[in-house]
């Protein structure tokens, strides 16, 4: 999931100072998940707007904010309160603010959060970041653990001369990375896996932007 988290109020009330009246959108997917954009934070954000003396002229949350048909469709419904508003507050990730900017061809659209990485809920709203999008996952070499993103370096062989007792240098309150690649393998028996070095990354694959067309996954099946 994409993990989001709430700018600081302040700071977005200095970028929308030029309009009175909004209208709220949401996502019911990694945003709610998240606590910064399913209904209790729709709530809060009209209040705090209402607060400080703007108009929310609605609000909605979106099933998938970054699904722009879905949710152009879905919010044909609020039509009204939408044309009354200036402009579009989008309370999902980047993706979402995006999916906004297209639908919203004519109106000022201004994100709510801020869009941190893709990672997991480890506890409830608790995020870990597990995956740097590369582009060509390695995961089969390394026990199923990333080290592009959970090695602070990115090192593709590891550990560094920076490894103590099991712990990165650059936090210890990190476990290094090719420590938990190692056990992780030897637990499954699997140390063969790190007899040979990974071979540099082409990155050619995490080359922006990107785009990926129902043509190009059918290829990649066969
Ligand atoms: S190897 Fe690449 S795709 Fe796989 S988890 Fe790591 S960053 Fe993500
Ligand atoms: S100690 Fe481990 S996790 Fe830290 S930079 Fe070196 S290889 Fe990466």
Redesign the pocket.
């Known amino acids: 999931m994409i993990i989001t988290k709430k700018r600081d109020f302040q700071e977005l009330m200095e970028n929308i100072k030029n309009y009175k009246s909004f209208f709220l959108i949401g996502c019911s997917e990694c945003a709610a998940l998240c606590g910064t954009g399913g209904e209790p934070e729709i709530k809060t954000m009209t209040e705090a707007l209402e607060a400080a003396g703007k108009e929310v002229t609605g609000a909605f949350v979106a099933k998938t904010g970054c699904q722009v048909l879905g949710t152009k469709v879905e919010l044909k419904p609020f039509n009204m309160a939408i044309d009354k508003a200036e402009c579009i507050l989008v309370m999902s990730c980047g993706a979402g603010t995006q999916a906004a900017v297209e639908i919203f061809e004519d109106k000022p659209v201004y994100p709510v959060n801020d869009s941190m990485f893709l990672g997991n809920m480890t506890r409830f709203q608790m995020f870990d970041e597990r995956c740097s999008l590369c582009g060509k996952c390695i995961l089969d070499k390394t026990g199923g653990i990333c ?1 592009i993103t ?4 990115g ?1 593709l062989n ?3 001369g ?2 103590k007792d099991g712990y ?3 936090s210890p309150d ?1 476990k ?4 938990r690649i190692y056990e992780r393998l030897k637990k499954l028996d699997r140390l063969d896996d790190m007899s040979e070095a990974l071979p540099a990354k082409d990155w050619s694959h995490s080359q922006k932007p990107r785009n990926l067309y129902a043509k190009e996954k059918e290829g990649a099946k066969k």
């Open positions: 080290p959970a090695c602070p370096k090192l590891g550990p560094c920076g490894c990165c240098e650059i990190i290094c990375a090719w420590v």
